[in-house]
């Protein structure tokens, strides 16, 4: 893609305050755009605007009223939106440490050549995450497009792009919840395309791999072992996910309508 492809173009970026939200806002400004990042952390969306010399705006993806506030905010402080983000997320922490004992016994196990021990994360599973993680992933996917389209149809254009995760092609194991929020935004995103490309609106997805950041909920064990499956040999860097969220937004993409790119290293292939 060539230099300052999204020049003049506003992009909104939803969980733009860190990890591979404030990679993407680096990337669009990099290439041009002018970048309002949304994050429920004030604070952290503050830090990222000054970083593009974007404006930031606190929102909440899970309450559609938040959602559409900020479209509104955004387009006070930059202009018309040309380029929506979802990428808000939060990872299974939670979760992660409930089942972090059994499935380390698995791979003991599994060295070994036979696993017995039940994981038991979704009998385990409380229904209070479960649906808090529907809510910021899928529900917050369905807030922010919504939004974007509105504005995006008044003008016949605008590129959304929708950031799900190889949990949702392939399914997590002991991660159920997110592997369901994941495959729904890829399900979501393949019908809202077609919808949304007669108003020349284009939506396609980003499905990274597993990414080193922060957040992510994961101890060294289970990033050396995903690291070991991974063809490449490595996590991917938030960067790279980034460039492929470039990309999506950008012209060079213009022929791409539903679309998945998942940029994984190998783990998982289609």
């Known amino acids: 893609m060539s230099g300052r492809a999204l020049e003049g173009r506003v992009a909104v970026v939803t969980g733009g305050g860190s990890g591979i939200g404030e990679a ?13 990042v949304l994050d429920v952390a004030v604070k952290a969306a503050e830090l990222t605007a000054t970083l593009v010399g974007g404006a930031a705006v606190q929102a909440d993806v899970a309450d559609a009223a938040s959602v559409d506030a900020a479209l509104t905010a955004a387009e006070a402080a930059l202009g018309p939106v040309d380029i929506w983000v979802n990428n808000a997320g939060i990872a299974a922490v939670a979760n992660a440490a409930r089942i972090a004992d059994r499935l380390a016994q698995q791979e003991d196990e599994a060295g070994a050549g036979e696993v017995t021990t039940p994981l038991e994360a979704l009998v385990r599973l409380p229904d209070e995450e479960w ?48 592997s369901a929020a994941k495959a729904g935004i890829l399900g979501f995103t393949r019908a809202a395309a077609k919808e949304l490309i ?17 957040s992510a909920a994961l101890d ?38 539903g679309e998945t790119v998942s940029p994984n290293g190998g783990i998982v292939t289609i």
């Open 24 to 36: 993407i806002c680096v990337r669009l400004e990099h290439d041009g755009a002018s970048v309002a």
């Open 131 to 178: 649906r808090q993680m529907l809510a910021v992933h899928l529900d917050g996917t369905f807030y922010g497009t919504r939004a974007a389209a509105r504005s995006m149809a008044a003008r016949g254009a605008g590129a959304i792009v929708n950031i799900a995760s190889i949990c949702g092609l392939e399914g997590c194991v002991g991660h159920p919840h997110y």
């Open 220 to 257: 060294e064990r289970q990033r050396a072992a995903i690291a070991s499956r991974t063809p490449i040999g490595r996590h991917g860097r938030p960067e790279e996910v980034a460039a492929a969220v470039a990309f999506l937004a950008s012209d060079d993409a213009s022929f791409f309508v």
């Open 198 to 214: 007669v108003q020349g609106i284009r939506v396609n997805a980003v499905a990274p791999g597993f990414v080193r950041t922060a």
